[in-house]
């Protein structure tokens, strides 16, 4: 299986900050890279896929970019309804898998 | 709008067979440009795919879970059910059914999630 690392585990952030998430495969997976955002007792929400391609309605403050083993999402300006827990999946093969999450609280 | 709806029992004994069924709507199980796949989550932890399904009843089943889980496909009710078998603690876990787009592999449709809690 292909194990997915996110770094950091979480983090504390202002609205108004740029967001940045990293997502490292343990072997190439080109871009085969989606990213999803879960808020609490809600199902987790489509947000990039094929590393760079923005999901249809998913505001444009959000962005992915990577390739290989090595990815990221990045939020340009946080704003109070991205405080939640976001996931990178690779769709390389399966079992497909998917990162432990990174948790994005208030500061 | 797609909408992806998880229903079965919210409490099964260790040993038994765990059964959920996804029902969708806004959207047909028999379109060929997308499979069916169940998602788990367990308390506090990160994501664990099942498995999926195709239309045409051909499976994909997680290696970890191979041995225990059956998914089926009911074209004519627009649903699709897992079964996982000999369950144990380590299944409790909220259970999710989602929709998944062929060509990317990306799970673009959830449904809400059913907490299903292994327990005598």
């Known amino acids: 299986d292909i194990q997915m690392t996110q770094s950091p585990s979480s983090l504390t952030a202002s609205v108004g900050d740029r967001v940045t998430i990293t997502c490292r495969a343990s072997?190439?997976?080109?871009?085969?890279l989606n990213w999803y955002q879960q808020k609490a007792g809600k199902a987790p929400k489509l947000l990039i896929y094929d590393a760079s391609s923005l999901q249809s309605g998913v505001p444009s403050r959000f962005s992915g970019s990577g390739s290989g083993t090595d990815f990221t999402l990045t939020i340009s300006s946080l704003q109070p309804a991205d405080f939640a827990t976001y996931f990178c999946?690779?769709?390389?093969?399966?079992?497909?898998?998917f990162g432990q999450g990174t948790k994005v609280e208030i500061k | 709008q797609v909408q992806l709806q998880e229903s079965g029992p919210g409490l099964v004994k260790p040993s038994q067979t765990l059964s959920l069924t996804c029902t969708v709507s806004?959207?047909?199980?028999?379109?060929?440009?997308?499979?069916w796949s169940w998602i788990r989550q367990h308390p506090g932890k990160g994501l664990e795919w099942i498995g999926y399904i195709y239309y045409s009843g051909s499976t994909y089943y997680n290696p970890s879970l191979k041995s225990r889980v059956t998914i089926s496909i009911d074209t004519s009710k627009n649903q699709f059910s897992l079964k996982l078998s000999s369950v144990t603690a380590a299944d409790t876990a909220v259970y999710y059914c989602?929709?998944?787009?062929?060509?990317?592999?990306?799970?673009?449709?959830w449904g809400q999630g059913t907490l299903v809690t292994v327990s005598s």
């Open positions: 072997q190439s997976i080109s871009r085969n």
């Open positions: 999946q690779e769709s390389y093969s399966p079992p497909w898998t």
């Open positions: 806004g959207g047909s199980v028999s379109s060929g440009g997308h499979y």
């Open positions: 989602a929709r998944v787009v062929v060509g990317t592999t990306s799970f673009d449709y």
